[in-house]
């Protein structure tokens, strides 16, 4: 079976650009989450959707918005793209959904770079 | 800025020596998670421990939990040098929150 698919999985772009980074996550699994990682540090969260509802959000700004699919996938969108926002983004897909999540299935990341 | 917090940042053993590390974290749990992560990988899920258990196994893997100290540890025995990564303790909060993680390097 495959895993969590991201994609792209390395992109660089320009302050102000914006980007969409994509996510499919593993067949049967309903929650997916997105995570920031910058380098040396533990991931961040951002959002977490489940059943194409949005059920918790990070302390991020409002630059950032994500939305979840009919199939479960889901994007998530960074406008006005900053210099601080290069960094590993990471979406993990689980069963459950709301406050108590299990076992989470990370993809292998998008590694933006912002110039 | 950071959920949980790791100790130590980073752990340098040789093959065959076991490495222990912890875990604090500030709220109530359900469950308490470990991850590992290869340099510039996905995270890829250890084991689960729920707040009503105290200790579990997984193979060379051992996860003790406190939560009157609201503190976990990860053992791992008889490290190999496949074992470097960096590993995050995580737990739900309304979702899943990441420690800063603890660097281990095992030399061969």
């Known amino acids: 079976d495959a895993g969590v698919t991201q994609s792209p999985t390395h992109l660089i772009k320009t302050r102000g650009q914006h980007v969409t980074l994509r996510c499919s996550p593993i067949?049967?699994?309903?929650?997916v989450s997105w995570y920031q990682q910058v380098l040396g540090q533990g991931p961040q969260f951002i959002f977490q959707?489940?059943?194409?509802?949005?059920?918790g959000r990070g302390n991020f700004p409002d630059r950032f918005s994500a939305r979840q699919f009919p199939n479960y996938s889901s994007e998530l969108n960074v406008n006005a793209l900053l210099l601080g926002d290069s960094a590993l983004y990471l979406c993990a897909s689980g069963l459950a959904g709301g406050p108590y999540p299990g076992e989470l299935f990370f993809g292998e990341g998008s590694r933006l770079t912002v110039l | 800025s950071q959920q949980g917090e790791e100790d130590p940042q980073a752990l340098s053993i040789q093959e065959g020596e076991n490495a222990t590390m912890n875990c604090s974290y500030k709220?109530?749990?359900?469950?308490l998670q470990w991850y590992r992560q290869n340099s510039g990988r996905g995270l890829v899920h250890l084991i689960l421990?729920?707040?009503?258990?105290r200790e579990k196994h997984s193979g060379r893997l051992r996860v003790t939990l406190d939560t009157s100290k609201k503190s976990s540890s990860l053992l791992i025995t008889a490290s190999r040098a496949a074992d470097t990564a960096s590993y995050f303790c995580a737990y739900n909060n309304n979702d899943m929150r990441f420690g800063a993680g603890t660097r281990l390097t095992v030399k061969p």
């Open positions: 421990i729920r707040s009503n258990e």
């Open positions: 709220t109530s749990i359900n469950n």
């Open positions: 067949s049967g699994h309903k929650s």
């Open positions: 959707y489940y059943e194409k509802e949005e059920r």
